[in-house]
């Protein structure tokens, strides 16, 4: 059945970098669009970016253009988030989820930057 | 950007009774496909998000069948025609027709009064 593990989740200083991995199983990443989801402490869903099937195409959010960035392993059926100069603002739970609409989603890693 | 609209924002509703949340757009979700890309998802305590409906009024595989969506165009609605303890949470729709970038509403949290 379709599963998606996060990992990577922790405790950072701000301005510092920090990798996420989604790893999935029952389905090849190379044949979905992928997406990175969001939430802070007590708040609603934000959406932070999103691989094209084809891994063509990237986008982001505005809050995270320029510090961010998707990629994917398809050898290794894995999604992941580079996150560098981390802010305090970026604390919250990240949720890697499958497809434009949603279909499924991983149980989250939570990122906390503190100093 | 879409932007998406939820009311209410709080939804106290007694055990077996019926609840709605609406659900609007700024802009049409009709894709050029011609389907409408509206989703609804349940967010229970400590849980990840679990999608609901898609494309406005498929229920999900498992979804109880006291779960239904409708709407077009820009507005939409989720109702639950008999409230249980298990559906305490918080309820998002998302729109999956104009990427990027995704957006989704505030959120209605439904608690039992």
């Known amino acids: 059945q379709v599963q998606l593990v996060e990992s990577g989740g922790g405790v950072v200083q701000p301005g510092r970098s920090l990798r996420l991995s989604c790893a999935a199983s029952?389905?090849?990443?190379?044949?979905?669009?992928m997406h990175w989801v969001r939430q802070a402490p007590g708040k609603g869903l934000e959406w932070v970016a999103v691989?094209?099937?084809?891994?063509?195409?990237?986008y982001y959010a505005d809050s995270v253009k320029g510090r961010f960035t998707i990629s994917r392993d398809n050898s290794m059926n894995t999604l992941y988030l580079q996150m560098n100069s981390l802010r305090a603002e970026d604390t919250a739970l990240y949720f890697c989820?499958?497809?434009?609409?949603?279909?499924?989603w991983g149980q989250g890693t939570l990122v906390t930057v503190s100093s | 950007d879409v932007v998406m609209t939820q009311s209410p924002l709080s939804l106290p509703v007694t055990l077996g009774q019926p609840a709605s949340i609406s659900c609007k757009s700024s802009q049409s979700l009709v894709y050029s496909d011609g389907n409408t890309y509206l989703n609804w998802f349940q967010q229970r305590p400590g849980q990840s998000p679990r999608r609901l409906i898609y494309?406005?009024?498929n229920r999900d595989s498992g979804v109880p069948d006291r779960f239904s969506g409708s709407g077009s165009g820009t507005d939409f609605t989720l109702e639950i025609s008999r409230v249980e303890a298990e559906d305490v949470g918080v309820y998002y729709c998302?729109?999956?027709?104009?990427?990027?970038?995704?957006?989704f509403g505030q959120g209605t949290k439904l608690e039992i009064k």
């Open positions: 998302m729109q999956g027709t104009h990427w990027p970038p995704g957006t």
């Open positions: 029952g389905f090849s990443v190379s044949n979905y669009a």
């Open positions: 989820a499958r497809d434009n609409n949603g279909d499924y």
């Open positions: 494309q406005v009024s």
């Open positions: 691989m094209s099937y084809d891994g063509n195409n990237e």
